[in-house]
């Protein structure tokens, strides 16, 4: 409890907008977005999306959580919360989601068990929705099971608490990826981590498959266009977009790196 309180107090500083009497910003903000990464990963995994996110007119506010150290539900409820808080804080009229793999069920498990009547649009990037058979050869391998933590072994194929996510009422659209070479028995089409299958939820508004792995997606400008659309109008676009003049996203380095890469859910 009192972690929470601490996060949600740094989030609400961070993300504070100081008012003035004649000031009207319920009217005014634009919308905001919330950025979730992955497994091992910070909030710089998600800073080129959260950068185009910026310069097309939202508020962001882009979070770290340690993935490893706690289960999903205490992250949802600590972290997620204080970054809705964060979008709340600067009076934004609707509040997105953009997610990255574990992001994603983060994001799920706090839609289903917090009010939010300014949910506005989310869209997904390689969620493991149904689990993930990377995550399951991880579990059962004894040297590397340690490094998944508690919310990572809840990523499994037979995961109860993935079985038990309620459908989402707000609009939802998927991006996963194929590019993927099928390694630890993962059946194909995949990204490496996730299975094409797996991404999909019976909810979603509309489905997107690119030819990039589990990493690249976050990365690439086409899925970028694509969740800008989503966003904007609620379906991806139908055909390819204008040639463009966005920059080239920034390789990371070990700064985005939160613990031993080991291929998989980044």
Known sequence: ????????????????????????PASTAPDCVVLLHGLWRNARAMSYIEQQLQQNGYLTVNISYPSTQE???????????????GCRNQFAPRIHFVTHSMGGILARWYLQ??????????V???PPNHGSEWVDWL??????????????LQLSTDSELLRGLKPLALEVGVIT???????FGMPEPNDNAVTVA???????RDFLV??????????SEQVLRQTLAFLRDGRFAPSSPEPSSLPAPVQEDAAGVTSPQVFGLH
């Open 210 to 219: 690119v030819p990039h792995n589990h990493v690249n997606i976050r990365r």
């Open 1 to 24: 409890m009192l972690k929470r309180l601490l996060v949600a107090c740094l989030v609400c500083a961070v993300f504070s907008v100081p008012l003035r009497a004649e000031d009207t």
């Open 139 to 152: 579990r059962d391998n004894f040297l590397m099971k340690p490094l998944l933590g508690p919310a990572g």
């Open 71 to 85: 289960p999903l539900p205490v992250l949802a409820d600590t972290y997620v919360d204080a970054a809705v808080q």
């Open 177 to 183: 990826g194929s590019g993927g070479r099928g390694w």
């Open 198 to 204: 797996s991404a999909q939820l019976e909810e979603m």
């Open 124 to 126: 997904m990037l390689s």
């Open 113 to 122: 068990s917090h009010a939010m009547p300014e949910a506005g649009r989310m």
